[in-house]
């Protein structure tokens, strides 16, 4: 995914590695059958009386329903794909970006506190808000609609807890 195997360090493993909660794609992809829809009625209400002006309409209706799929649905789903979180043995990867890459690593050793909140609608979806709290210079990061919060949690809690024991994997 967002961490290839070649960037691993010598005794590094990856524990888990995935996208933000699918619930992100559930607006682009309302937008997309709203649009879809509303542009196929409006083409197909175009009065064929008007001749080759009725062409031009259903050309512009088209050109105009796909910049707002590009812009409504598109982005927000490669935002959504090209956002991963990879947890090893080691750091946990923060990856964002679609054209230009942002990468952030906290180091294992580094975290202080692993909370989680969870609304009610995320409780039920099983996502919800991961906060680690690190001793560096950013302090906090807030990472929001993480799919499986409370496992999550838990393997960074257990791989911080390792780390401070100087174990790793356990041992």
């Keep these: ?9 010598q005794g590094e493993r990856r524990v888990r590695s995935f996208h933000p909660h699918w619930k992100r794609l559930v607006v ?4 997309l059958v709203l649009i879809a829809v ?3 009625v409006a083409i197909f209400f175009v009065p064929a009386e008007w001749g080759d002006n009725a062409t031009y309409v259903r050309l512009g209706i088209g050109v105009i329903a796909l910049i707002l799929l590009t812009i409504w649905s598109f982005v927000p789903y490669l935002q959504w ?18 054209l230009n890459k942002s990468t952030d690593e906290i180091p294992i050793t580094k975290v202080n506190t692993v909370s989680s909140d969870q609304t009610f609608p ?3 979806l099983g996502c919800g808000t991961l906060t680690v709290e690190s001793a ?26 390792d ?8 041992r």
């Design 122 to 124: 995320e409780r039920l």
């Design 136 to 161: 560096s210079d950013r302090g906090e990061i807030v990472l929001r609609d993480i799919p499986r919060i409370q496992e999550v949690r838990t393997e960074l809690f257990r791989l911080v807890e």
């Design 1 to 9: 995914m967002t961490l290839p195997d070649h960037h691993l360090t």
């Design 163 to 170: 780390a401070s024991d100087g174990e790793v994997d356990g």
């Design 38 to 40: 509303a542009s196929g």
């Design 28 to 31: 682009p992809l309302l937008a």
């Design 81 to 98: 794909k090209n956002t991963g979180y990879v947890l090893t043995t080691h750091r946990f990867t923060i990856s964002t970006g679609v």
